[in-house]
């Protein structure tokens, strides 16, 4: 098992590139089996998540041509099969957007139930019954999703509740429907926009998407296209937590400043520097931060994902701060570690009190899913001596190279394998 030793109280400075983005990368991906051209993506992230659904689409039959580390060919005229098999496909949550592309191809599906990350119930009624409103059949058997219809037929979808995964399967599926369909009450994050450009580049006909009402005009075929994707803003916030939680001075690369407003006005809110520049920004945080309130919203509000990192520079900030997680119900799990590293956190329901210490102390800790375990680790760079995480599979799965990129940006972490690994670093680090 892999963990991560880390020497903290080392103030980050310098400067980080960021990844293309995961959550744009996954549908993506799906959508690029769509065509029976080749289309090429660059900007790929280099992270578990994308390779394993990488392996996925070539499971079922696609050809896959790595040119690069951060660019694939991928043709989908080779899929044979509209079975995702479960082994390829169990670790990993947006497996169901193959539900999506599938459907919008074949006009038939079969995907296994999808797990990722626990971070509370994750229902995927919305999507369901998108994919009931254009006309398909959809049944849960033995854990498997089927989805098939002789021919779809664009309608008026009102969704319940702002699903980001929702309205990219149904933008996906819909876009080869045959007429008009209207997503309203749509999810407006960058990567809905990201997956709409992408589909527009291979053909598809979609207006609105950045916007809560989508209007999609179906299209009979779609050709190949070279696409790049959109910068990572979790990535690129997890860096600016990292920066402001070691009050460090970092410059952030390759971002879309307008995608990081909400992170970057809390960041303001409790006394960081910010300065944006057109593809960076940088985070400076010369004193000890202060309080303030955060509550998590569907994009352009906070970002749920950046929820856990968040905590963590507010459980080193003067005063008292209230988060509230209004997206996923189990989203607190890392405040036992927190705790245990020093931090005053009191969960009720759905809100966390905060009661700012001065530092943490490093402990062995142990991350319960990617962004929680991100979190901790922006924990151990602050805290005084060594921190030991375990399960940094999470982590991975979501952050190209993280310990390599906070290397370069002055920080003591290494990857180890055994307990000797981690004697020898804090032999060497001292
Ligand atoms: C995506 C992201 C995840 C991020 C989340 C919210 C990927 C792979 N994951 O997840 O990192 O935290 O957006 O920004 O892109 N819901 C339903 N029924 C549905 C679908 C969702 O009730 O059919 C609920 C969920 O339980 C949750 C809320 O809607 O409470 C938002 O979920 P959603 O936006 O769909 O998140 P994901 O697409 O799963």
Redesign the pocket.
Known sequence: MEQYVIKGGIPLVGEVEIAGA??AA??IISAAIMTDEVVTLENLPDVN?INVLLEAIEGIGARVDRIDRHTVKINGSTIQDCSVEYECIKK???SYYLLGALLGKYNNAEVPLPG??N???????????GFRAIGAQVSIEHGTIIAKCDHMVGAHIFM?????????NIMMAASRAQGRTIIENA?K?P?VVDVANFLNSMGADIKGAGTDVIRIKGVSSFHGCNYMIVPDM?EAGTYMMAAAATKGDVIIKNVIPKHLEAITAKLLEIGCEVEESDDSVRVVAAKRLNRTHVKTQ??PGF???MQPQMSVVLALAAGTSIVTES???NRFKYVDELTRMGANIKVEGNTAIIDGVPNFTGARISSPD??AGAALVIAGLEADGFTVIDDIVYIQRGYEDFEGKLRGLGAEIERVTSEREIDKFELRIG
């Open positions: 995961k959550n996954l549908p998540d990993i949550r947006a990722g990350c971070i509370g119930s994750r229902p995927i009624d919305q999507h369901l019954k319940d509740i702002v699903s980001v995964g929702a309205t990219i999810a994050e990567h979790i569907p994009y970002p749920t994902d997206i996923f119900e990617l962004r």
